[in-house]
């Protein structure tokens, strides 16, 4: 089978399509054929292992995996013995932010990584469900949102952004989402109320107030936010910050007004699911930037790396007509 891989960490010009064998499932896993997957910031960050405390769970000097990818959606080919929840032919997908080696053609793994796709999902947008989402659902959980309440989202287009933006309009409030002058008329049709175009203005300078301040690109800091909060507003960001203070700012949250919460993710038993019953319901659209085939996987994280995705950017795996077979 063709697979992305990457011995050393590194940048996108160095990884490589290789041919390598299929892999056979164990007793407890399923082999499943990939037909889409994404490259996001999760993938981007694996890759070159940045921030360089990822090496301590990806492998302190080389990585433990050398096949790249974190989410997939696919179809079920064999499972081991043992398995028993899924059959060969069931549509699935899921993710890994360590890694699921999905950036290939087959991948194996644990019957309790793997999630039905919804009847009304095809391959691409079940793929594209699930990074984003998967980070957005501890944005909304982390807090106490009430309706009324007033929510800014620094980054609406992105995988994360667009997908929080969808989440937090349950909740019965007023959203405002920065995103660029080409995406303004597609946020709003997922539901901001207000639109800041960050390449005419900074939102930081606008003058609103906000209970909550969701930076979903990392590109603020609490201490620029803090004027635009409300008294006893929360600030998240998706990032530790330009000196991982994130991470220490809950530390001092009880002798603060204006609080910095830090959204650790919930496991994806949790998160799936919850994205899954949105997707049934048709509240959660998918925006998908860009498609590229397998092969030109390297193009696909050079155009990732730069910061200005919409969405998502998907790889098409099984549209590869020369494909390998896994002999049953």
């Not at 179809?75 to 081991?80: D, L």
Request: charged share 25%; net charge positive.
């Amino acid at each position: 089978m063709k697979a992305a891989i990457r011995r050393k960490y590194c940048l996108p010009g160095q990884l490589k399509i290789e041919q390598i064998e299929i892999p056979i499932p164990k007793e407890n896993e399923a082999l499943i054929r990939v037909h889409a997957t994404t490259v996001n910031r999760t993938d981007c960050a694996n890759l070159a292992a940045r921030p360089f405390i990822m090496r301590f769970v990806l492998g302190l000097f080389n990585p433990k995996k050398i096949i790249v990818g974190t989410d997939f959606a696919g179809e079920i080919v064999s499972v081991g013995k043992n398995v028993r929840s899924i059959n060969v032919g069931d549509r699935v997908f899921g993710f890994s932010d360590t890694g699921s080696e999905s950036q290939a053609e087959y991948l194996t793994t644990l019957e309790e990584n793997l999630f039905t796709i919804p009847e009304n999902i095809d391959y691409k947008q079940a793929a594209a469900s699930l990074e984003g989402a998967h980070y957005a659902y501890s944005f909304v959980q982390k807090v106490k949102i009430q309706s009324g309440q007033s929510v800014l989202i620094n980054g609406a287009t992105g995988g994360i952004g667009s997908a929080l933006l969808q989440f937090v309009k349950q909740y019965d409030v007023k959203i405002t989402a920065t995103c660029n002058t080409k995406n303004i008329e597609r946020i709003k049709s997922l539901g901001a109320d207000e639109i800041i175009d960050y390449t005419k203005e900074d939102f930081t300078e606008k003058g609103g107030k906000y209970d909550f301040v969701f930076d979903t690109v990392g590109k603020s800091t609490f201490g620029k936010c803090k004027a635009i909060l409300k008294d006893k507003g929360v600030y998240i960001s998706s990032e530790l910050g330009p000196y991982s203070q994130n991470v220490f700012y809950p530390l001092f949250n009880s002798i603060k007004s204006k609080k910095v919460i830090f959204p650790i993710p919930f496991h994806k038993r949790v998160t799936i699911p919850y994205i899954t019953r949105f997707l049934e319901q048709g509240k959660f659209k998918l925006l998908i930037d860009r498609e590229y085939p397998l092969e030109d996987i390297s193009k696909a994280y050079e155009y990732v790396m730069q910061g200005e995705k919409t969405g998502n950017v998907l790889i098409n795996v099984a549209n590869n007509k020369s494909a390998s077979k896994p002999e049953l």
